[in-house]
């Protein structure tokens, strides 16, 4: 079968450290997930590139078998995608985060789609809470001084405080919310979480999570976590209204989908200095233009969609994903907790829900 993967350029980067040092970066167009060599011994045929859209991608997709895409370096595989592919079969996400496939349009051309779920959620957790600490510590400010050849002790510590006993909500408590929240936890801190479907009682108290209305959580809270799915209802949502009735002064974290924060709005906010702060490492669209207003805005902690791309993660993607291909090359069942779109349905709750939620 023949197999086109479209990943993020490596441009000659290779681990500096650990048992992997001196190769490519796993999850880079360079490393190639590691799969060449067994899918060429298997007999496929594999190709790939970076061009997310025309080029190579465009040339390969006639008689392609399956596609992977990555949520860091997308392919917005949409029904002109699929109408290039008539022999697409599968397609695979290699990371967690699926909504740049278009899902009904792969279930009415029973195309199975899978990610590699759980692959990297204790990535994205440690790398929120670093978000966390860094903006209520005001860290990038004092590490631009040392940069600079700045010694400003009071212009650094003006906007600098503790974590202890602060307030913290985490909007979605799925499982990278819940390992945020078991991270922030030793801090002392006051949790509390909003989600659609409430937890159970055993689960909050692991968290050490209050479960409150959302706009209770936004007035009151010190700190604010984004760790919810991009779906009808979350984007756009935190808009100049949500962001201006968050507590003055307060963080913002997210590590979830770009479009969920309005991009203007956010600007405003931290111009006018509503909000302390903002870390983000999603954008809309990505990657992220020169000129995105993001890049230049105060008080930021951006970083290019790097939560989830740890070495440590891409290990553990790049070994889901080749399980994933065994089992479809075998015509056996890829595991249910991977699966979103199978048999011209869509399988995954998770994913049936927001996809309903968009046709309603």
Not at 187 to 211: I, P, Q, W
Not at 262 to 273: F, I, P, Q, Y
């Amino acid at each position: 079968m023949k197999v086109v993967m479209v990943l993020y350029p490596g441009n000659g980067h290779k681990i500096e450290f650990g048992e992997l040092e001196g190769q490519p970066i796993p999850g880079s167009a360079d490393g190639e997930i590691g799969l060449r060599q067994w899918l060429e011994s298997e007999g496929h045929e594999l190709v790939t590139t970076t061009d997310r859209e025309g080029g190579e991608l465009e040339e390969n997709l006639g008689d392609a078998d399956v596609l992977i895409t990555t949520p860091f370096w997308p392919v917005y595989v949409t029904s002109e995608v699929m109408d290039q592919a008539p022999n697409l079969k599968l397609i695979l996400t290699a990371g967690v985060g699926s909504d740049h496939i278009d899902l009904g349009e792969a279930a009415n051309r029973n195309i199975t789609v899978a990610e590699q779920t759980a692959s990297n959620v204790v990535s994205v957790a440690e790398h929120a809470v670093m978000c966390v600490l860094n903006l209520v510590r005001n860290f990038v400010l004092q590490y631009n001084q040392v940069v600079n050849g700045e010694w400003d002790i009071a212009g650094a510590a003006k906007r600098a405080y503790d974590l202890e006993r602060k307030t913290v909500g985490i909007y979605g408590a799925g499982a990278v919310g819940q390992l945020v929240a078991m991270r922030l936890k030793p801090f002392d801190v006051k949790m509390y979480y909003y989600k659609h479907s409430r937890l159970g009682n055993t689960e909050e108290a692991v968290c050490g999570f209050r479960y409150v209305r959302l706009d209770d959580m936004m007035a009151h809270c010190d700190v604010i976590v984004i760790e919810a799915p991009l779906t009808p209802e979350t984007e756009g949502l935190f808009d100049r209204d949500v962001l201006f009735s968050m507590k003055k002064g307060a963080w913002l974290v997210n590590t979830a989908r770009g479009a969920i924060v309005d991009r203007d709005a956010l600007v405003e906010a931290l111009e006018e200095g509503h909000l302390a702060g903002y870390a983000g490492d999603v954008w809309d669209p990505e990657p992220a233009p020169p000129d995105h207003p993001w890049r230049t805005m105060p008080h930021h902690m951006m970083t290019p969609h790097t939560a989830g791309t740890t070495i440590d993660a891409q290990k553990h993607y790049a070994e889901d994903t080749r399980r994933c291909l065994q089992a479809f090359f075998a015509g056996e069942n890829i595991e249910d907790d991977h699966l979103i779109v199978e048999g011209g349905e869509i399988v995954s709750g998770t994913y049936k829900a927001i996809y309903e939620a968009s046709e309603s």
